[in-house]
């Protein structure tokens, strides 16, 4: 078994280099990081909703895509440039364009579907299209 010398000064190079891979130097000149707004989808026996947390955005920038199982979400959250004299310290917030896709298993009532946003939330109403009821099939004896 043979030991490696290993020099102090490789190892803080590699620190160095390590850091500015994970620092945040987003100073708003950057391309914007892609992000997904979070969604919680609920459904009961006469509908499925979905709440998307869409903060920021304008009814404008949002785009509702119901396609027969398949719905999307889409829409782009813009960073406002710094005013002039301005600069960005520190950007946290996400930004850029984003998508989300849902799969709907069950028949939708197309007709009565409703999508309301307010306070930066957008609540999506699916209502369930009624079943078939059974019908009872008589039997005719010949």
Known sequence: MSLMRQNPGDLNDLRRRMNRVFEDSDNGESAPRTWAPAVDVLESKTEIVLEAELPGMNKEDIDIQLTGETLTLRGERKLEPAQRGEHFHRVERQYGPWQRTFQV??????TRVEANYENGILILRLPKQEAVKPRQIEINVK
Request: proline letters at 17%.
């Open 105 to 110: 298993e069950v028949p939708i009532d197309t």
